[in-house]
């Protein structure tokens, strides 16, 4: 069967002057437009489409493939802010409507904003913003400490909110980071922790043992490929050690520390050199 919003390896049915017709299971035949028919396309050839719903709300299968599917949270422009809602350019002819009532803020025209994508009661694609509606926010299985894919979604005093893995919500706290994020960011993360409550908080620096490991194998390495030395010591801005390392300073320091006493490097005020 074929799904409305997703893409689907379906099988040509029928050549037509203005076009093709998949099978579409349930969904019955579904034509695609002869713009968007491949080349080299003959009956019995499966074909990857993604089917979506034209200006006229009657299925229609395109080659092309948009800049998210359903159930997927995706950052967004707003083209256009009428009495129906907001339309948000998403790669496809016709644009993805976010109603009023899906909308966290009011959105504005020329903005971004992330949103989930899902199929409204009427059978079309539609996106919100509101992502707590769509998205869990209680934890189910995640553990401290474990590796995860984040997407900044919104800020607030507390910090930054993120999407985990495609499904779950967390927190970034402010004291935890380093770094300038930017809505719609894609990044590595880390559960830093289950509160009480059961929701989650979230890091985007690896913690303890593992962390100074790995920031010591990139002291090292980028020592090894500068002739052994390097002019960011302990003495060095935040800035500068983060900027090389991506790392707080403290962690720099507690780590080039293990590396002196392993007798890795030594240290003068103005230079980190390899230890031969």
């Known amino acids: ?96 409507m976010v109603p009023f009532a899906e909308q966290r803020v009011p959105m504005e025209e020329g903005r971004g904003y992330c949103v989930f994508l899902y199929i409204d009661l009427s059978g079309r694609i539609a996106a919100s913003s509101k992502l707590s509606l769509h998205l869990h926010e209680i934890n189910d299985n995640f553990k401290s400490g474990q590796e995860v894919s984040l997407m900044v979604v919104s800020r607030s005093e507390m910090g930054y909110t993120a999407v985990i893995n495609g499904t779950h919500l967390g927190l970034i706290h402010n004291s935890d980071i380093l770094q300038p994020l930017r809505m719609g960011q894609k990044l590595k993360g880390y559960i830093k922790g289950i509160r009480s409550d059961h929701r989650i908080n979230l890091r985007i620096q690896r913690h303890g043992a593992a962390a100074r490991d790995e920031l010591g194998e990139k002291i090292l390495a980028n020592l090894a490929e500068n002739g052994g030395v390097s002019i960011i010591t302990d003495k060095s801005s935040p800035e500068e050690i983060f900027q090389a390392y991506r790392a707080s300073k403290a962690s720099y320091k507690k780590t080039l520390g293990r590396l002196l006493k392993a007798q890795k490097i030594t240290i003068s005020p103005t230079e980190i050199r390899l230890v031969e």
Do not use: C
């Not at 050549?15 to 019995?44: C, H, Q, T």
């Not at 990857?48 to 949270?73: C, N, Y």
């Open 1 to 96: 069967m074929a799904h409305i919003g997703q893409m689907n390896t379906l099988k040509i049915v029928k050549s037509v002057e203005f076009g093709m017709y998949v099978n579409g299971g349930d969904l019955g035949e579904i034509l695609l437009p002869l713009r968007y028919v491949p080349a080299k396309a003959e009956v019995g050839q499966m074909l990857d489409v993604f089917i979506h719903l034209d200006s006229q709300d009657r299925l229609v299968a395109t080659t092309e493939k948009p800049m998210a599917s359903v159930g997927e949270v995706v950052y967004l422009m707003v083209k256009e802010v009428n009495r129906t809602g907001a339309f948000m350019d998403w790669g496809m002819p016709k644009d993805l």
